[in-house]
């Protein structure tokens, strides 16, 4: 197959590339520096773009079989001050704009676009099981979701089949949230947040890549489907496995108050619960390499 990836370089898309690479399919990163486009190192071929100004190179996307669309601004990389929480907007809504608009407008478009979301598309759901029937929230990267979901449309209504995988929390040694919490767990030093109670909807990285193509390929998947593990697991639960699992002590706690002084509006999210399962990929028959929370924590480690 012929794929398209945006975010190629990110934690997430790294690795969705890498595995496509190694089972022989051709990949094309959308990139936006003039000097990576062309022929890469690893095989893939590097195509233009500048969502910021709408721009693309079509014509390079003419008889794609898929298309992976994950670009956008992290969510955790700084603080969300105004005018970041702008560019986090702008990142996923006009990125997907762009990218939606050129597809739909190809002679021969590609069959399926995964674009991306985030399970903060229900926003804060405290204890409750959500799955794809639940409706959008209310806070900003309920929002958020709800435009950058929408702006696919133009794909769609092309007769382009749109799946939205919304993720959630990818736990990985080598970017992420693991990246920051597991060399504090290893120190010794890793603790709860706040009060611990709160869900956090976590998923391998490796389960990550394997459901994003097991949705390229099941023809019949479109609209929105959860990338979350089976079992949902408390900040509490998860900060005990990685004791267990490094045998470390988790003694340390860091109050609400401590992350509202840190990380400002972005607190909400840390210390925010959702409680989200699979429903859609459990019953597509997609079967998960790391299927509960100490078997994640190994695969992050």
Request: charged share 25%.
């Amino acid at each position: 197959m012929r794929i398209a990836v945006t975010g190629s370089t990110g934690h997430i898309g790294s690795a969705l590339v890498r595995s496509l690479l190694a089972d022989g399919h051709q990949v094309v990163r959308l990139v936006r520096r003039r000097s990576r486009t062309g022929p890469q190192p690893d095989g893939s071929l590097g195509v233009g773009w500048n969502p910021q100004r709408l721009e693309i190179d079509a014509p390079a996307l003419e008889g794609l079989d898929a298309v992976v669309h994950l670009a956008g601004a992290g969510v955790g990389d700084r603080r969300w001050t105004e005018s970041y929480k702008q560019e986090i907007r702008d990142s996923r809504v006009l990125g997907t704009e762009t990218l939606a608009d050129a597809l739909a407008g190809l002679k021969q478009p590609p069959k399926v676009l995964l674009s991306a979301s985030a399970v903060g598309f229900y926003g804060q759901t405290g204890d409750r099981v959500i799955d794809e029937t639940a409706p959008a929230g209310d806070d900003f990267l309920a929002r958020v979701c709800v435009e950058w979901e929408s702006a696919a449309r133009p794909a769609a209504d092309a007769g382009i089949r749109v799946v939205h995988p919304r993720t959630g929390m990818v736990l990985d040694r080598h970017g992420g949230a693991g990246a920051r919490l597991l060399p504090l767990f290893r120190l010794g030093l890793g603790g709860r947040l706040a009060s611990g109670e709160q869900y956090w909807s976590l998923i391998s990285l490796a389960d990550e890549v394997r459901a994003m193509r097991f949705l390229i390929e099941r023809e019949e998947i479109s609209g929105p489907v959860n990338l979350a593990g089976p079992v949902p697991a408390s900040n509490r639960e998860l900060t005990e496995a990685l004791g267990r699992a490094l045998r470390r002590p988790t003694v340390f706690a860091v109050p609400q108050f401590a992350l509202d002084i840190a990380l400002g509006e972005m607190a909400v999210e840390v210390a925010g619960s959702h409680r989200v399962v699979p429903r859609r990929l459990l019953e597509a028959g997609f079967r998960f390499e790391h299927g509960d929370l100490d078997a994640i924590v190994r695969a992050a480690l």
